[in-house]
């Protein structure tokens, strides 16, 4: 360990062994009063020198324990993604199908990933629930026990370290309760489903001597899932297909355009298979007897490179791959949560704490069936002894040996997962005075672990699959599988070249996987300490603050992958490894607020603030963080603000480490003589890495290995955040606010996985050859590609540009009770990705600003009447319209635009207090059922996903109505 490593444990071990401990200010401490934030100042810890949300120079947007309660939310997460700083993230309507992801709730700031967003408990780390990373689910964390909820989106790396490179979202919990309050709510869909019921108890007492409290938590919440037949977004099949008037690049026509009710012939449960006999591609099923007749096609015929059509025998929807009901569209999640917490003061100098807390959530998730649907290599031979002479003589006129079967699996049923997380987290401390001025101190070793079971079910073993397509014909006149060593271990037959041919029970007993169960733990460790208080007023402006403190944090992962993983044996041919590492960092720093002016001319208040934060990692090496900012009030009215700041994020375990996997892709080679000319780069450098001219490649026919793995290699991603703006509360408007802020996140030296695609792509279509591209692909002498490494590597550069913007007003309209209203948004000017900074031609800057999932305009407006005892809440969602493909990356992505056109969703809840701790509520959201816009391309989400539900929500409306009880 180096200098910086041995200074933070020698100042942290000398902070916990002695009286006068090191320490920052105990967010547990910060008093928040019922009043609503227009009432009064709300201290928020978006620094460790605690001040209000207006005048800290990191722009803060906050909700409130009554912001919570007025959604309905049962998950902070569907709350979050609604304000403009949040991306869609991952939530309880987009985790269906993701890998190892099936019920985790993530929040993703700016849009630069779920990595990259710091999400804290008081203050404090949290461990990871997402094997491999630190990403924290927050169904852990449970909403009644919710008192705020901090957004802080610029300059937070130097306050609270790695991973706040795109922001902070701090939550900070109830404490010193006292009493009991159980809480109960019940809703369902419009449709009837979806529905969910959550219940909780909350219990605290203070002890006699008033020194302390303790109290306890229990809850229980299941959300519903909805059926994939629900919802008409899901099962409409609408697609881009590839354009038949379309005659190459740059001929102005669309290579790819919209087409409705598109299916994948393959979906449907019977056979079918495609034969080109010379004069295109011609879709074929079966008879009873195995004799060939043609497959019934929609009105278009055969589109998109022939494997697909508009209706017809196929049933599979290109966005689906679940012609079942039983698919979930958003998949059920229960959450089980228990927590204590407790302090008592033994002296001004210690006040001892803890804080503890359980998690248990399960999900399980269904998805389509094993489909055969080449270039897999379900071939079936024409010596095949299952094979009529009918189809023979229609292979003969193809001149083909072998088909290719296009079918649904569904006798293995519903592939799926089912999904469980045990998260643990305790930290004890101490926190008090230290008997010089106002400082005080802050001491504690906070432990967290989290345990995940993934559990697959109905999986194939392709390689007894392929042993029970290849069969013969005994000399005594009996089909057998050809392989003596598959029948040795009961291979049956199977023959898919009939109307009504299905996989026999002897089959399905030798070919099917019924479940494959990987695991892992996560473990966190952090001990730290720091110290807050001020120097005193040296120059009449105010005293000078300061914080200064030490951390030591260790992480590890592992990650165990079955055995069916572990020999590649499932449905994609994937060869898998489990994965181990840690990573361990220590770290000091130090932050101050130093006021320059106080109420002289001109100047109401300036005051300037920096922070530094020295690091030291195991993996690493040495990481600088820092901020430095200020404010100016000239009059009481108006406040300006900036901050420039730098940020760093060293990569997560998984990053690193992961061994990886191994598999087969279809992809197309750039060099291939149909592609070569599509980039102005292409040819020449096709040609310096040895590829012929009118080169045909290899993958035209065969799909090309490729391997995923970690880079132990990776370097640190550096960001440079600029934040500037103005803060308007004007005198003659009492209770109105308005915040205005300019942001700019430039991050270097981004780490990024690239598609195999787009790792060929890239190679040649750089100004050079000399790039990670190309040293991630192995050619054979001759040009034919023979793998593709996908590794995380240093390369990418995102930028992000926009302006936040935040209103509220406050006003008391006499026996008419009182009106809130709040309006945050967001303007967004740039949302790019630079593929390789330097090397690039203008094709590789990636602008997504407007398209799906990324809004130029994002907001929300709040308005909530009081009176008497009642309260009305009214809250509008607004996205601006966004687009397929605004920008696209390469020639041959041209595709016709498509718009959401301008989204707008509106929620209203009700509530009627009988006593101060006793109040009843109910709500609609959705309240005009706004369906989502019915997109394109909706499986890019993944199979049995619609793939717009991490933009829109796609319930529809939705009722509720809770009950919150104390006493």
């Not at 649904?408 to 305790?426: A, H, K, N």
């Not at 509360?729 to 802020?741: I, K, N, Q, R, Y």
């Not at 939705?958 to 104390?966: E, K, P, Q, R, T």
Request: aromatic share 8%; proline share 5%.
């Amino acid at each position: 360990m180096g200098t910086v490593g041995r200074a933070a444990l020698a100042a942290l071990v000398g902070t916990c062994c002695h009286t006068a401990l090191l320490a920052q200010t105990a967010p547990a401490e910060v008093q928040v009063s019922s009043a609503t934030p227009a009432e009064q100042d709300i201290v928020v810890t978006g620094s460790r020198i605690a001040r209000t949300g207006e005048t800290t120079t990191t722009p803060t947007v906050m909700l409130g324990a009554e912001d919570v309660a007025r959604a309905g939310s049962v998950s902070s997460g569907d709350l979050l993604r609604q304000l403009p700083a949040v991306a869609p993230g991952l939530g309880s309507e987009s985790s269906g199908v993701t890998f190892n992801g099936a019920g985790l709730d993530l929040v993703d700031l700016r849009a630069l990933g779920t990595n990259r967003t710091l999400v804290l408990v008081n203050g404090r780390r949290q461990v990871g629930s997402n094997p491999n990373t630190t990403s924290v689910d927050l169904n852990t964390i449970p909403t009644p026990l919710i008192e705020r909820i901090e957004v802080i989106t610029g300059g937070a790396s130097a306050v609270y370290g790695a991973d706040a490179v795109s922001g902070v979202l701090n939550v900070i919990l109830k404490h010193d309760f006292e009493g009991f309050q159980v809480d109960a709510q019940l809703g369902t869909s419009q449709r009837g489903d979806a529905t969910r019921y959550s219940i909780s108890g909350l219990a605290g007492t203070n002890f006699p001597d008033g020194r302390g409290n303790v109290n306890a938590f229990i809850g229980y919440t299941r959300e519903g899932g909805i059926a994939y037949d629900a919802r008409k977004q899901a099962i409409n099949g609408r697609n881009y297909i590839a354009n038949p008037a379309s005659k190459g690049p740059n001929d102005g026509v669309p290579d790819w355009i919209i087409v409705d009710n598109v299916r994948q012939i393959g979906g449907q449960q019977q056979s079918a298979f495609i034969l080109n006999r010379g004069n295109g591609p011609e879709a074929f099923g079966f008879n009873e007897d195995g004799s060939v007749r043609p497959f019934a096609l929609g009105p278009s015929g055969l589109i998109g490179g022939g494997q697909y059509t508009d209706g017809g025998e196929a049933e599979l929807g290109y966005d689906s791959q679940c012609p079942q009901a039983k698919c979930a569209l958003r998949i059920p999640v229960q959450r089980f949560l228990v927590s204590a917490n407790g302090n008592y003061e033994l002296s001004d100098a210690f006040d001892l704490f803890f804080e503890g807390r359980f998690a248990k959530t399960k999900s399980s998730s269904r998805f389509g069936s094993v489909f055969e649907i080449p270039p897999n290599t379900n071939k079936i031979s024409i010596n095949n002894p299952f094979v009529t002479p009918s189809l023979a003589a229609l292979m003969q006129q193809a001149n083909v040996t072998s088909i290719g079967i296009l079918r649904s699996d569904q006798e293995l049923g519903l592939r799926g997962q089912d999904t469980s997380r045990d998260l643990f987290q305790f930290v004890a401390g101490s926190r008090g005075t230290i008997g010089i001025g106002d400082f005080k101190y802050e001491a504690s070793v906070q432990y967290g672990e989290t345990d995940f079971s993934n559990t697959r079910v109905n999986d194939v073993d392709q390689r007894r699959f392929l042993n029970a397509l290849d069969a013969v014909r005994d000399p005594d006149g009996v089909i057998r599988c050809r392989s003596v060593d598959a029948r040795s271990q009961g291979c049956v037959p199977i023959n898919f070249l009939q109307d009504g041919a299905a996989i026999t029970p002897a089959a399905l007993s030798y070919i099917k996987i019924p479940f494959a169960t990987e695991t892992a733990n996560l473990t966190q460790l952090v001990a730290t300490a720091n110290v807050t208080g001020s120097l005193g007023d040296f120059w009449g402006a105010g005293p000078i603050g300061i914080s200064a403190g030490a951390e030591y944090r260790r992480e590890k992962s592992v990650y165990l992958v079955s055995p069916v993983d572990a020999a590649g044996q499932g449905f994609f041919f994937t060869k898998r490894q489990s994965t181990s590492g840690q990573f361990d960092v220590a770290e000091v720093f130090a932050e101050t607020v130093v006021p320059i002016l106080t109420n002289v001319p001109l100047a109401k208040k300036l005051e300037l603030e920096a922070a530094v934060r020295l690091s030291d990692y195991s993996t690493s090496g040495r990481t600088t963080s820092w901020k430095f900012g200020g404010t100016y009030a000239p009059t009481s009215d108006i406040r300006f603000r900036a901050i420039l700041a730098r940020a760093v994020r060293a990569p997560n375990v998984g990053e690193l480490f992961s061994p990886g996997s191994e598999g087969f892709l279809t992809v197309d080679d750039p060099c291939d003589v149909n592609f070569v000319g599509r980039s102005g780069n292409r040819a020449t450098n096709c040609a310096a890495l040895g590829v012929p001219a009118g080169y045909v490649s290899n993958a035209r026919t065969i799909n090309i290995r490729t391997s995923t793995s970690g880079n132990p290699n990776l370097d640190v991603e550096t960001a440079d955040t600029l934040t500037a703006g103005a803060v308007l509360t004007p005198s003659f408007l009492p209770g109105f606010s308005a915040t205005v802020d300019y942001f700019r996140i430039k991050i270097k030296d981004a780490i990024n996985v690239f598609a195999a695609q787009d790792i060929l792509n890239n190679c040649v279509d750089l100004n050079t050859i000399d790039n990670p591209f190309c040293q991630s692909i192995t050619r054979a002498n001759g040009g034919d590609i023979q793998q593709i490494r996908r590794q995380n590597i240093n390369v990418s550069r995102l930028d992000r540009e926009g302006v936040d913007f935040e209103l509220r007003w406050r006003e008391t309209i006499g026996d008419l009770g009182t009106l809130n209203f709040g309006l945050v948004g967001s303007r967004m000017f740039k949302v790019t990705t630079v593929v390789a900074p330097g090397t690039l031609t203008g094709s590789n800057v990636i602008d997504f600003n407007g398209e799906f999932g990324y809004p130029k305009w994002k907001a929300r407006l709040t308005t909530n009447w009081e009176i008497d005892r009642f309260d009305l809440t009214g809250t509008v969602n607004y996205l601006s319209n966004m687009v397929r493909d605004v920008q696209p990356s390469t020639p041959e992505d041209n595709r016709a635009t498509y718009g959401s056109g301008n989204f707008l969703l509106f929620n209203l809840q009700g509530g009627y207090r009988f006593t101060d701790k006793i109040r009843a509520y109910a709500g609609i959201d959705n309240v005009f059922d706004r369906q989502p816009p019915n997109l394109p391309d909706t499986r890019a989400g993944g199979a049995g996903s619609y793939a717009g539900a991490e933009i829109f929500p796609i319930t529809g409306r939705f009722f509720y109505a809770g009950l919150s009880v104390g006493f």
